[in-house]
């Protein structure tokens, strides 16, 4: 029997492949005939690149950059094997959680790092990009990652405007003759899972500018800044597409990208998938096994275990979910291709408690093993 373990990782505890690993002893102490493969999981946000550097043999890289209040951090993606990929999270260089809530304010907030990542990537040979950009603590439409790579975004009198959102407001035209030669070899698949366009009342200004300290006049501000931010490079670029789609998502960085670069805005447990070539390995599979932390009905909202539960349906091979965590609304997640769900604490426990790494292998090894007793013959 082949069983296939891809589970995401549970947050704040356990990596995607030290859950997978747990579950495989479980089923190997009643199964030991068994042929379990383990495979990294992510949805393109927190931990994709942690999981495909592990899982893929990838090379870690770390680079100071910019961060998001301009002081310097220290970020972090990965080269895969091929030598030609970067696995990165714009997070990682400017996201929200390097930003004190005490000094959240998008107009002051950059994506200028995340540039100099992907320059950095370039320098090293890098030609094919994988970016999740979830988690932004920036609303400056990718105007400072995209200054990093050479674009120059000038005011009335052809000087620089800041890098920051409040640039926005000052930029009357865009220059291309200094940007990097080597980016228009460059193609990005971008994981972007919210379908917010660029403006108005579901843009990235009004949607997710208050979580990132913006006001109410801030919004309204930066919404019309953006705008005409955006009609002023469609005339540079005729494909720009302010209502497309993504272009909201991480405070317009999704524009910038389908703008500017030469990208895609795919789901990012697509893009993963994917990437990993799990659909080979559940075309071979008896079983799959996957979960996540917390079970829930936004679980079946596209995230990674029901992604990799409907390519098993497609192949008509059953999955079988664990969880830490499951909630009474999880049912929905057996009508997106979960054939059964289990919870893998036993009893009475608290929060910290169940979520030491200790204590949730040894959970995950547990469920596995009784799950997989009827198996036995």
Not at 131 to 138: K, N
Not at 221 to 233: C, Q, R, S, V, Y
Request: proline share 5%.
């Amino acid at each position: 029997m082949q069983i296939l373990a891809a589970i995401d990782s549970f947050k704040g505890s356990l990596s995607s492949l030290d859950a997978g690993n747990a579950v495989k002893r479980g089923i190997l102490k009643v199964m030991p005939d068994a042929r379990v493969l383990v495979r990294p999981l992510a949805d393109g946000g927190e931990g994709t690149v942690d999981a495909l550097a592990s899982g893929l043999s990838g090379t870690m890289v770390e680079a100071s950059v910019t961060g998001p209040l301009k002081d310097p951090v220290r970020a972090k993606y990965c080269i895969l094997p091929d030598k030609i990929t970067a696995v990165m999270e714009m997070s990682s260089a400017a996201g929200l959680t390097l930003v004190p809530s005490s000094d959240r304010n998008p107009l002051n907030t950059t994506t200028y790092g995340v540039g100099e990542l992907i320059k950095d990537a370039i320098k090293r040979g890098c030609r094919r990009f994988i970016i999740g950009i979830g988690g932004s603590a920036t609303n400056d439409a990718g105007t400072g990652m995209l200054a990093a790579l050479g674009y120059r975004f000038l005011d009335k009198d052809g000087m620089p405007v800041d890098i920051a959102g409040k640039g926005l407001e000052h930029i009357c035209s865009i220059d291309t003759k200094e940007v990097i030669s080597d980016l228009s070899d460059c193609s990005f698949r971008i994981a972007c899972d919210v379908s917010n366009p660029l403006c108005g009342p579901s843009g990235c200004s009004a949607v997710y500018g208050p979580q990132k300290g913006a006001t109410p006049e801030i919004v309204e501000t930066m919404d019309k800044w953006i705008g005409d931010f955006a009609d002023l490079a469609t005339g540079v670029f005729p494909q720009a597409h302010k209502d497309h789609p993504g272009t909201g998502a991480a405070g317009g960085l999704g524009f910038a990208f389908l703008t500017f670069t030469n990208a895609t805005l795919e789901s990012g447990i697509s893009i993963i998938l994917d990437e990993i070539g799990l659909e080979e390995d559940i075309k071979n599979s008896d079983l799959v096994i996957t979960g996540e932390g917390r079970l829930d009905s936004q679980t079946a909202m596209g995230k990674a275990p029901v992604g990799v539960a409907s390519l098993a349906e497609k192949h008509g091979v059953p999955t079988i979910a664990f969880a830490g965590h499951v909630t009474k609304d999880a049912g929905i997640c057996n009508e997106k291709g979960i054939t059964a769900f289990f919870p893998i604490v036993r009893g009475p426990i608290t929060l910290e408690e169940a979520m030491e790494p200790e204590n949730a292998i040894r959970s995950l090894e547990d469920a596995a093993e009784q799950a997989f007793r009827l198996f036995v013959r």
